[in-house]
């Protein structure tokens, strides 16, 4: 326990360090390391980008000569297979490090406890555990993928006390404060794709950007949209971003509007259509064939029941502003028919309250938050 307390600080560097990464490494996972000697950081790094080199040997290389005999933290168990970089392991091994302490197991096939028994094999001593409910929070998104195959998916919706997002003549701006929408843009800085319908796209016209953030990127911009009725001069399309966007349609979208949105530089995604609409579960799916981890769906009403029937929400994310609309005609924050019966609701669990400027944050999962932390494993795809 003294020596856990004592190496704490240094895990939580190393977290803040991978928090760097967190939708830029996709389909890697967030990393981050520090090289410890006599009680002083004298190295460290992060995981910038799949291709580029891993934190371990970032850090090894930043520390020099101080690496022997030192101590090494790490967010995630060192990888001990040829990706498209070295094994970190063998890095750590050739630097000298005498002790490595890493918070999370690695659930990738690839690596999956061999790292540990790599770094034990070579004669160096081990300790796994430290901070991992802290580093399991900020991976959930890579164990979802590996665990499943698909990203983690968030499902972010902002209203009125009463429920509503938008008022019976489709006015929404803006339901919430500057601070809450502040904090989705850091959000949508952390995500590989941000989803919306649209209805959205149709009402609001949104950009679906990082501005504001210093640093930002944007996402991948996502819009889900069965017959493509996206105007071809949508900001998603042309909002001054190089992020990108997807229109996810279906096999019924005429051939001259799919063009139209072609040539305006959009990417077409045709889908099997599910009642109606875009399959929202191919959809998830196909995110996680390119190695998305974390997949943020901005609503309207619409796509949010839809997302929620499909069963493809693993958190939600539900700001509520200090506001009442009312109205019969007024938009709900979930639309669709709803369920018939309570024992038929949604539950969320680890759930969480805050207050953000003017408004409250609520946060919960409807995956079970340990299927978040670790399990079985997909395919091998970590490089």
């Given amino acids: 326990m003294k020596t856990q307390t004592a190496a704490a600080p240094f895990m939580r ?3 803040q360090l991978a928090e760097h990464g967190v939708g830029r490494t996709s389909p890697n996972p967030p990393v981050g390391a520090v090289v ?3 009680g002083v950081i004298v190295g460290e790094g992060y995981h910038r980008r799949a291709g580029e080199l891993h934190a371990e040997p970032i850090a090894l290389r930043n520390a020099g000569e101080a690496t022997r005999g030192a101590d090494i933290y790490v967010t995630l168990e060192p990888c001990c297979h040829q990706g498209r970089t070295p094994p970190c392991t063998e890095a750590i091994v050739s630097a000298g490090i005498a002790r490595v302490f890493y918070a999370v197991p ?6 999956a406890g061999g790292g540990e028994a790599a770094l034990r094999t070579a004669g160096l001593q081990v300790e796994r555990g430290l901070l991992a409910d802290e580093v399991g929070g900020l991976l959930e998104g890579y164990v979802r993928h590996r665990r499943t195959g698909r990203p983690l998916v968030t499902l972010k919706l902002a209203m009125s006390l009463d429920g509503r997002i938008a008022t019976r003549t489709g006015d929404s701006r803006w339901i919430t404060g500057d601070e809450a929408r502040a904090l989705v843009h850091q959000v949508r800085n952390r995500s590989d794709a941000v989803i919306v319908g649209i209805g959205t796209v149709l009402a609001d016209d949104p950009v679906l950007t990082t501005r ?10 996502v819009v889900v949209d069965s017959t493509a009725k996206t105007p071809p001069q949508a900001q998603v399309i042309e909002g001054g971003s190089d992020a990108g966007c997807i229109i996810a349609c279906t096999e019924h979208a005429p051939a001259e509007r799919m063009r139209a949105l072609e040539q305006a530089g959009a990417e077409l995604l045709v889908l099997p259509g599910g009642d109606g609409g875009v399959d929202l579960a191919a959809l998830v799916e196909a995110f996680g064939q390119r190695g998305a981890l974390n997949v943020l769906i901005e609503g309207g009403g619409e796509l949010a029941a839809g997302a929620l029937t499909a069963g493809v929400v693993d958190k939600v994310m539900l700001f509520h502003a200090p506001v009442l609309i009312g109205g019969r005609e007024a938009k709900p924050g979930i639309g669709g028919d709803g369920v018939e019966r309570m024992a038929d609701a949604l539950r969320l669990t680890s759930v969480t309250v805050q207050q953000v400027g ?3 944050l609520t946060e919960g ?3 079970p938050r340990e299927d978040l932390r670790s399990g079985p494993e997909a395919a091998c795809s970590r490089g």
């Fill in 212 to 221: 504001g953030i210093a640093g930002g990127r944007d996402a991948l911009r």
């Fill in 365 to 367: 999962y409807l995956t």
């Fill in 13 to 15: 560097r190393a977290l």
């Fill in 106 to 111: 690695d659930p990738d096939p690839c690596c």
């Fill in 358 to 360: 003017r408004d409250v």
């Fill in 36 to 38: 410890v000697r006599g």
